[in-house]
């Protein structure tokens, strides 16, 4: 057997990074918690507003899922457009999706303008439909999008698929422009570049142990922040540990169920192998509730494929990747697999991302899986809200609720993600 690195593939170019505040900051204006995309997004924003700012971060900075993920900026909201109009009404729905639309484009921006080297492909993402049911269904949801919100697709059925991809897997797919590709930890350590170039601290290997508000004192001394370094005073906290939260934010971690997801990368396939299983080498996913994601490597000689965890042993849940990855491209039977890696993504009980304000402290938080989008620009959007900047998020004043006895593990989660399986199946052909 190869050795298998667990290390994410991306940190062969980007790895975590280590950075020391010289002389520990008493106070501040704003604390920011987790240094990832949410953090560096807030951390920016305040900065350039003139703010002193501290990230903290208990392990390095790319530790957590911002350096792990897919890279696939989807932008996804899991809920699709008409269980969102039943739920908040149509005009909401809308707001919602549009939202997301301008949260994609103001990543793109932001990286074009920011000039950091990401590896951006402006590829599109397909979503490949393993039955014609769920072809018809997605062909609906994009003309509605189309009409609604301009956002453009096409449509590909069992005939021009292999200008896409060479699977048999699908009987067709929806291909989004707007979505593009990224890498994921080029993308952090190029935001990490320009918080620092605008004098963001940074503090890692230092674990905040505690946040407490102190009504009476002035408002620039608002909070106290424990940490395994020493305290700070600030006059705002933005926690951005979403997945990642620990015990020393009860509130949050009573409102977000971790959920690993864990991604494969192949040894180096060729260019030529690459491009012939993948001709469209877009983002692509699956239409199914634990379908997998996958693309090909920056450079174009890999693939890259990511699914949630099924099982608690390492070696059947690779296995089960690996499985996933010979089902869409048979002609990988053979390809060895160079990383396995994993880790967590946030879900609210609603499915659905948030920006909440709880005893005085900003969420953004509870992605859903589709963060590279999302945790940004919610983070951005707390900064915003600190700012006292009145455009806010639709995500803003949505409830964010637990459940009865729930206090940030899991045990239900087994029975869900069978339950999701079993859905699954019946819209898996039987080919
Ligand atoms: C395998 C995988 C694949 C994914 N694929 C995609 C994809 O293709 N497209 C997409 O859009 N999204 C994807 N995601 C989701 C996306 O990566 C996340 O939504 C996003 O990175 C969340 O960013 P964040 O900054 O909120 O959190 P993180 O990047 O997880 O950062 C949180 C940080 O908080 C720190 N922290 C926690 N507690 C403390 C404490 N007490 N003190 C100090 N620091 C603390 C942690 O150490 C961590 O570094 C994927 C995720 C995974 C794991």
Redesign the pocket.
């Known amino acids: 057997m190869p050795n298998i690195s667990s290390d994410p593939y991306w940190w062969n170019a980007a790895p975590p990074q280590d950075f020391q505040i010289e002389s520990w900051p008493n106070q501040v204006d704003v604390v920011i918690?987790?240094?990832?995309?949410?953090?560096f997004g807030a951390a920016i924003t305040l900065a350039r507003a003139g703010l002193d700012v501290v990230i903290?971060?208990?392990?390095q900075?790319?530790?957590?899922?911002?350096?792990?993920?897919?890279?696939?900026?989807?932008?996804?909201i899991r809920l699709s457009f008409d269980k969102l109009s039943k739920r908040f009404g149509k005009e909401k729905a809308i707001a919602f999706y549009r939202e997301a639309k301008t949260a994609r484009a103001d990543l793109f921006n932001f990286i074009n303008t920011e000039e950091i080297d990401c590896d951006l492909q402006s590829c599109g993402r397909l979503v490949g439909a393993l039955r014609p049911e769920s072809l018809e269904g997605m062909k609906r949801e994009a003309d509605k999008l189309d009409k609604l919100l301009d956002i453009e697709s096409t449509i590909y059925d069992q005939a021009n698929l292999p200008n896409c991809i060479d699977t048999p897997r699908y009987c067709g797919g929806v291909l989004r422009d707007d979505i593009s590709g990224i890498h994921?930890a080029k993308l952090l350590a190029g935001m990490c570049k320009v918080a620092r170039a605008e004098l963001v601290k940074i503090s890692t290997q230092?674990?905040?142990?505690s946040v407490s508000q102190n009504k009476q004192a002035s408002t620039d001394q608002n909070f106290c922040v424990e940490?395994t370094r020493g305290t700070i005073r600030a006059g705002h906290v933005i926690s951005?540990?979403?997945?990642?939260?620990?015990s020393?934010?009860p509130w949050l971690r009573r409102r977000l169920v971790p959920v690993i997801?864990?991604?494969i990368a192949t040894e180096e396939l060729g260019e030529n192998m690459v491009r012939s299983l993948m001709p469209g080498m877009n983002m692509y996913s699956e239409a199914l509730q634990l379908g997998h994601?996958y693309r090909p490597s920056p450079d174009g000689k890999r693939v890259l494929l990511?699914g949630r965890r099924m099982s608690a042993d390492p070696v059947k849940a690779r296995n089960r990747l690996v499985k996933g990855l010979t089902s869409i491209f048979p002609q990988l039977s053979d390809a060895s697999i160079s990383n396995h890696?994993?880790?967590?993504?946030?879900f609210p009980f609603d499915q659905l991302p948030k920006l909440a304000v709880h005893d005085g402290v900003f969420y953004?938080?509870g992605?859903c899986?589709?963060?590279?989008?999302?945790?940004r620009w919610l983070?951005q959007k707390a900064a915003l809200m600190v700012l006292n900047d009145l455009n806010g998020s639709e995500f803003q004043n949505i409830p964010f609720r637990t459940m009865p006895f729930y206090s940030g593990d899991p045990w239900f989660l087994p029975l869900a993600m069978n339950f999701y399986a079993f859905q699954d199946k019946f819209k898996t052909t039987t080919k």
């Not at 230092?206 to 142990?209: A, C, G, I, Q, S």
């Not at 890696?341 to 946030?346: E, H, P, T, Y």
Request: proline content about 3%; overall charge negative.
């Open positions: 918690i987790g240094g990832g995309y949410t953090g903290i971060e208990r392990d900075i790319g530790s957590g899922a911002s350096t792990r993920n897919g890279g696939i900026t989807s932008g996804n994921p230092t674990k905040v142990l940490t951005a540990t979403n997945a990642y939260t620990d020393s934010q997801s864990e991604m994601y990511g890696w994993f880790g967590f993504v946030a953004p938080s992605f899986g589709s963060g590279t989008v999302w945790a983070g």
